[in-house]
């Protein structure tokens, strides 16, 4: 069956720490990788996606994510948190490509971040 | 652009009542999805529709559960009877097939009392 998996639930850090969130997908082939994040009481919004080309993305508000095809993974980085990241950070998976499923986004089980002061 | 706009945001009621989601895609997208977010369970898909069409209904807990599309600017998803479990916030998104990227609406928070 089809899945991502983001290993951390909950992560807390502190202000200025680096972050890093795993997440990995089980699809083989060509698949379109997105990250969003969900900031308390709102909706999901893109924080940044890879479609092709450098494995590096670089998204909004100092956010970047790197995909490494040998190990099925997009993992989510910044190098300075601060305390408005708190949020839930999702990680989701189109394999329409493969599955006929068109747009639908298959997503994790979200990791919620908590950064303190 | 006025992004994807659902209606009502916040909705109590209770059991056995039906209840009426609304939402209107961003202009131009051919792809709808609703999703409910709970605690327990996370973002779910419940269907999503291709111009219109309902491609993928899996998702959809029981038959009190049903969603239309009737025209590329609206979509309703009805629950009748609620129950106290279906409790949660339902998204909507949209898409277009050449970007794949999910915009969602505020969403609406449903309680069942």
């Known amino acids: 069956a089809q899945s991502v998996s983001q290993h951390n639930h909950h992560v807390i850090l502190s202000e200025a720490a680096s972050l890093e969130l795993g997440c990995n997908y089980s699809y083989g082939g060509t698949v379109n990788l997105f990250w969003y994040v969900q900031y308390p009481g709102q909706h999901l919004q893109l924080l940044l996606k890879?479609?092709?080309?450098?494995?590096l993305v670089k998204g909004i508000k100092g956010f970047e994510a790197e995909f490494i095809k040998s190990k099925f993974s997009f993992n989510l980085r910044k190098p300075s948190v601060q305390w408005s990241d708190t949020a839930e950070y999702f990680c989701?998976?189109?394999?329409?490509?493969?599955?006929?499923?068109?747009?639908?986004?298959?997503f994790g089980t979200g990791t919620q971040l908590k950064v303190e002061l | 652009d006025a992004g994807v706009i659902q209606s009502p945001r916040h909705e109590v009621t209770e059991m056995g009542q039906e209840v009426t989601l609304r939402c209107k895609p961003i202009?131009?997208?051919?792809?709808l999805f609703w999703y409910r977010q709970t605690m327990m369970r996370g973002l779910e898909l419940l269907i999503y529709f291709n111009n219109n069409v309902p491609i993928d209904d899996s998702g959809m807990p029981e038959d009190r559960f049903s969603a239309k599309m009737p025209n590329a600017s609206f979509s309703t998803l009805k629950i009748q009877p609620s129950e106290p479990r279906d409790s949660a916030v339902y998204f909507c998104?949209?898409?277009?097939?050449?970007?794949?990227?999910?915009?969602f609406g505020e969403g609406s928070r449903l309680t069942v009392l």
């Open positions: 890879y479609f092709s080309g450098d494995p």
């Open positions: 989701a998976v189109n394999a329409g490509i493969l599955t006929g499923g068109g747009n639908k986004l298959t």
């Open positions: 202009s131009g997208h051919d792809y």
């Open positions: 998104a949209s898409s277009m097939t050449e970007t794949g990227e999910l915009f």
